[in-house]
């Protein structure tokens, strides 16, 4: 079945790029009507943004989807990730600015404030987005893959020259439920250096250690530490989760990264639409309603078992 929220989310606080104070309003919509942004703050132009893929017009710091008359809607990974995890397919998202909320840089806030309302099942089948044909779009060492497979398995790995970070990975299988437990709460990241440059081009203006982990040469400069040492790959997961949701539903199949961004995310997904045989719909009979009450992440790194029936 596919769901919508039973009554309105409000969410509200800073844009991590814009540094403006935003109020986002998540409400219930017809079934099959997807995810739609709305720009209540826009009275002379096209105010309605789907989060769609082929909406995505700028992924260099994060993701951004827009429409013909030039409106915009930034930062939604990680609103998207909390949508996908919940089961939320139909949605109109109302906000009074240009960039949701960044909360605390995870996913965990948006999921928590959705399952406080619930969910409310709607009289359609849930449509999936089967991986038929491998894809992959490669730039220098960064690879995407999708490929055929069980499951909504998402599979990355980094690899930055930093001694708090290093290589490491992370893996979720987002039919089992246990994004909640593992990938929600890891929260954005980025270096000192970079976040003066980007303040220094009027970025990053709502950026703090209340809402990313900030790295100066050495050392992880949050006071309250890591909430899991791979919390960086962990992170990378939930941006794929999110930008990946964009494509209409879950991905049936697997994604496979090594070192993957937003831009290469959004890539991945326009190559496998250029390729009619590569894809397919498919209903999907699952029902995973997460718990209300939020686990604090597990730092275990247990491979999920799946727990899916997918009708082809
Ligand atoms: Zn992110």
Known sequence: MQHTVSKIVTLSGVGLHSGAETVLNINPASASSGLVFVRVDVADKDNIVPAKWNHVVDTRLCTVVGNKDGVTVGTIEHLMAALAACGVDNAVIELDGPEVPIMDGSAEPFIEAIL???????????????????????????????????????????????????????????????FINQIAEARTFGFLHEVNALRAMGLALGGSLENAIVLDTDSVMNPEGLRCPNEFARHKVLDAVGDLYIAGGPIVGQFEASKPGHNMNNLVLRELFSQPDAWAFVDLYMDHVPEVDLPVMSCASETSVLKVAVRA
């Open 116 to 178: 406080d309302v619930g969910l409310k099942a709607q009289a359609a089948p849930r449509r999936g987005i089967k991986i038929l044909k491998e894809v992959s779009v490669r730039d220098g060492d960064k690879i995407v893959t999708l490929k055929p497979g069980i499951g909504s398995r998402y599979q990355i790995e980094i690899d930055f020259p930093h001694p708090e970070i290093g290589r490491q990975s992370a893996q979720i299988d987002m039919f089992s439920g246990d």
